[in-house]
């Protein structure tokens, strides 16, 4: 009898890591999203109301919760030219986002173009970062919707697979 339930507990644990496969999946592109709207945002304050960067950061902050920790590191006034890049790639390392390696490179090379130039610079800048998003954006979407199905199947397939060889 315990042989059956401790078989039970192993098919459904494998059934949950590939759940928690597809979960991450989902968690990458809904994150990439809210990037993509929070730097349009950016960008329109940027660009059309001369808005210093730590006002912008603290409306992202209240605008966008699930990035806030990202944010709220970058709402302090900058005090030199390095500043604001060390202060966004720090944050973004900081908040254990789930996103890749390619995602936060990304996002790190607009950090250092912020701040920087001038609005018609930092437009530009922007304007190239969300481009580099929406691409990542549509390939995380992509594989959440190729994947999200064989992850739980094979988390199932595994978790009866070695049901089976144990009993």
């Known amino acids: 009898m315990s042989s059956y339930v401790g078989a ?18 989902q968690r990458r592109a809904q994150t990439l999203q809210l990037f993509v709207s929070a730097i349009t945002y950016l ?11 730590p006002d912008i950061m603290h409306k992202l ?12 590191a970058c709402e302090t006034p900058i005090t030199n030219e390095s500043a604001f890049a060390d202060t966004w790639g720090a944050a973004l390392m900081n908040a254990s ?11 790190q090379d607009l950090g250092g173009s912020l701040g920087q130039f001038d609005a018609r610079g930092q ?3 922007i304007c190239q970062t969300l481009a580099q998003l929406t691409d990542a954006c549509k390939q995380a979407n992509n594989a959440k919707t190729e994947k999200s ?19």
Do not use: H, M, N
Request: hydrophobic share 55%; aromatic share 8%.
């Open 8 to 25: 039970l507990l192993l098919c459904v644990g494998c059934t949950w890591i590939g759940i928690a496969a597809v979960g991450r999946l």
């Open 43 to 53: 960008q329109s304050e940027i660009q059309f109301c001369l808005r210093p960067l």
């Open 61 to 72: 902050t209240q605008q966008y919760p699930t990035l806030a920790p990202v944010f709220k």
């Open 97 to 107: 986002l789930p996103l890749t390696a390619d995602d936060l490179r990304i996002l």
């Open 123 to 125: 437009s530009s800048a």
């Open 149 to 167: 199905k064989l992850f739980g199947f094979l988390g199932v397939a595994t978790g009866v697979i070695v049901t089976i060889l144990l009993i």
